[in-house]
Nanobody, 124 residues
Framework: QVQLVESGGGLVQAGGSLRLSCAASGRTFSRYTMAWFRQAPGKEREFVAA???????NYADSVKGRFTISRDNAKNTVDLQMNSLKPEDTAVYYC??????????????????WGRGTQVTVSS
């Protein structure tokens, strides 16, 4: 069982930066692939980025070059550094976890554990 708690959301102007963090419980954190998803109002939840236990990463095309996912297995945390933010990045951001080391799986149903989300709002 893994419990996830996100933090770091807020309001930022376009072009600015935010860093999201996800704290995970459970002694087997290092065995999980961790990911960030986001959901804007009226839209489906979509994949943002994933990182495996051995730090292989995958990003959605919309965030490549702007967002960076990282993890600290000793601290049981996974972060999402978001730079050059755009108004279209506005959404609730969710941390998710799944067993296995594939980072190319990007569907929500492939992930077993979810946090409650943190709001990110980018003003124009």
């Amino acid at each position: 069982q893994v419990q996830l708690v996100e933090s770091g959301g807020g309001l930022v102007q376009a072009g600015g930066s935010l860093r999201l963090s996800c704290a995970a419980s459970g002694r087997t954190f290092s065995r999980y692939t961790m990911a960030w998803f986001r959901q804007a109002p009226g839209k489906e939840r979509e994949f943002v980025a994933a990182i495996s236990w051995n730090r292989r990463t995958n990003y959605a095309d919309s965030v490549k070059g702007r967002f960076t996912i990282s993890r600290d297995n000793a601290k049981n945390t996974v972060d999402l550094q978001m730079n050059s933010l755009k108004p279209e990045d506005t959404a609730v951001y969710y941390c998710a976890a799944r067993q296995g080391d594939s980072v190319v799986v990007t569907t929500t149903r492939a992930y077993d554990y979810w946090g409650r989300g943190t709001q990110v709002t980018v003003s124009s």
